[in-house]
């Protein structure tokens, strides 16, 4: 079992930099591949990034790459999405989930291929 928290959520302008963290309970969190999924009012939950059990291998949306970084910290069983360059379309409630299979098993895109989720935390981008 683990138990996600989400934290770093704000209101920020175009153009700006947020640092969302996931914090992990459990003695097993380098076994869990991490991802970041956002969902927007009246928008299914849609993939951000993902990161292998070791942090060596990263996944990002077209509508990210090159702005956001996940990256993770084994020894603080924290997961991180440094999002720069925000956009108001970024706006959104943002997820962390885990789950067993590492990325390279595929299906990291899809949000029902993880097995657990935090509660959110809200990004709102002002223009």
């Known amino acids: 079992q683990v138990q996600l928290v989400e934290s770093g959520g704000g209101l920020v302008q175009a153009g700006g930099s947020l640092r969302l963290s996931c914090a992990a309970s459990g003695r097993t969190f380098s076994s869990y591949a991490m991802g970041w999924f956002r969902q927007a009012p009246g928008k299914e939950r849609g993939f951000v990034a993902a990161?292998?059990?070791?942090?060596?291998?990263?996944y990002y949306a077209d509508s990210v790459k090159g702005r956001f970084t996940i990256s993770r910290d084994n020894a603080k069983n924290t997961v991180y999405l440094q999002m720069n360059s925000l956009k108001p379309e970024d706006t959104a409630v943002y997820y962390c989930?885990?789950?067993?299979?590492?990325?390279?098993?595929?299906?990291?895109?899809?949000?029902?291929?993880?097995?657990?989720w935090g509660q959110g935390t809200q990004v709102t981008v002002s223009s």
């Open positions: 989930a885990a789950r067993l299979l590492d990325v390279n098993r595929g299906g990291y895109r899809y949000a029902s291929r993880y097995d657990y």
């Open positions: 990161i292998s059990w070791s942090g060596g291998t990263t």
